[in-house]
């Protein structure tokens, strides 16, 4: 399989009059051309930033990449120009963000926004850029095309708002797309057209995407492979099976356990207290304070990554019975 994104240790910080926000720390991972890979977690966890720091989208100051590399077809994105990665964004890797409505310009037409990028990037002629906008509106689904092209922001519904958003995104076909809470506000009908369309987009272009969501629904639903997130750090990552079937980490089962069920009789079982401070992250486990399983070199040492299967892994001092026993017995002595 073509590995078409890696990412390798990667750093990103925020200075602010407080302090140091430590937003993402040390995150390694990788995606194949044509695959779909979802990150998942709470607000605050640092999936977004990941995002934004693959595009290249921290405002500096005060965000900051302090460390690491973003591999993109054998090019390190982290040491890019702004010049240089201008170039890369919206041909080669596109995003969609949250809200559809900011995304688009109230009072440009939805036929000046789709074709901009392309008279940008691919230097056509205005006859032709029209003609790619009616096709890509009439693969995201949007009825009599060429009259809509003419219409604003304003005359559309939420979720053709969002297909019109994709629509942008993928017109110059890009290789990497990604997805920043795509179904956010939608209603759940809605939610599923969505989901479908990326199926299908994927079907007919080959495009590797990678979808933030907070939402276990919408993984369950297209995604290849899961990476859960938690204080900036990625604490298991898996096949969808892997992640829904055999999850290893507290994090990673409170949030199942707080996935409402129509089958299920029980009650909801939130996750207790809130996510550290990263003014001063925690020098163990950052889930150490909310986790029910909690030992004392939780707190101390952070977990060695342990390797539950090929796909499987995950950082959590309960799955590595020997390492937990010589690092408890070290610490405790200190």
């Not at 009599?144 to 019109?164: A, D, T, V």
């Not at 399983?293 to 990554?305: L, Q």
Request: charged share 25%.
């Amino acid at each position: 399989m073509e590995r078409i994104l890696e990412v390798n240790d990667l750093h990103v910080t925020f200075t602010t009059y407080g302090g140091t926000v430590q937003a993402v720390r040390g995150v390694n991972f990788h995606l194949d051309k044509g695959e779909t890979l979802a990150i998942v977690g709470e607000s605050g966890c640092g999936k977004s930033v990941t995002s934004n720091a693959i595009m290249r989208l921290i405002p500096d100051p005060p965000g900051k990449i302090t460390k690491g590399s973003i591999i993109f077809k054998g090019q390190d994105l982290a040491a890019y120009s702004e010049k240089k990665m201008r170039a890369i964004r919206g041909v080669d890797i596109s995003m969609i963000f949250q809200d559809p409505m900011t995304a688009l310009n109230p009072t440009l037409t939805i036929g000046t926004q789709l074709m901009e990028g392309l008279k940008e990037h691919k230097k056509i002629t205005g006859t032709q850029a029209k003609q790619k906008a009616i096709e890509m509106m009439d693969l995201v689904g949007i009825p009599n095309p060429e009259e809509r092209l003419k219409q604003y922001p304003h005359q559309f519904s939420g979720g053709m708002r969002q297909r019109i958003v994709i629509a942008i995104a993928l017109i110059c076909d890009p290789d990497l797309l990604i997805a920043d809470e795509p179904t956010t506000a939608l209603d759940v009908t809605i939610q599923a057209q969505i989901l479908e369309l990326f199926s299908t987009i994927q079907q007919r272009t080959g495009v590797s995407i990678i979808l933030i969501t907070h939402d276990l629904g919408v993984v369950a639903k297209i995604a290849d492979r899961i990476i859960v997130m938690y204080a900036g750090k990625i604490i298991e990552s898996g096949s969808k099976r892997d992640i829904f079937y055999r999850p290893e980490h507290p994090y990673t089962q409170g949030l199942l356990n707080s996935v409402p069920r129509l089958d299920a009789k029980e009650e909801l079982k939130p996750i207790a207290g809130t996510p550290p401070d990263l003014f001063s992250p925690p020098k163990g486990c950052p889930f150490t304070a909310r986790c029910p399983f909690a030992m004392e070199v939780c707190d101390k040492v952070y977990p060695v990554s342990n390797r539950v299967s090929d796909s499987h892994q995950v950082d959590c001092w309960l799955q590595d019975e020997r390492a937990k026993q010589l690092i408890a017995a070290e610490v405790l002595q200190t």
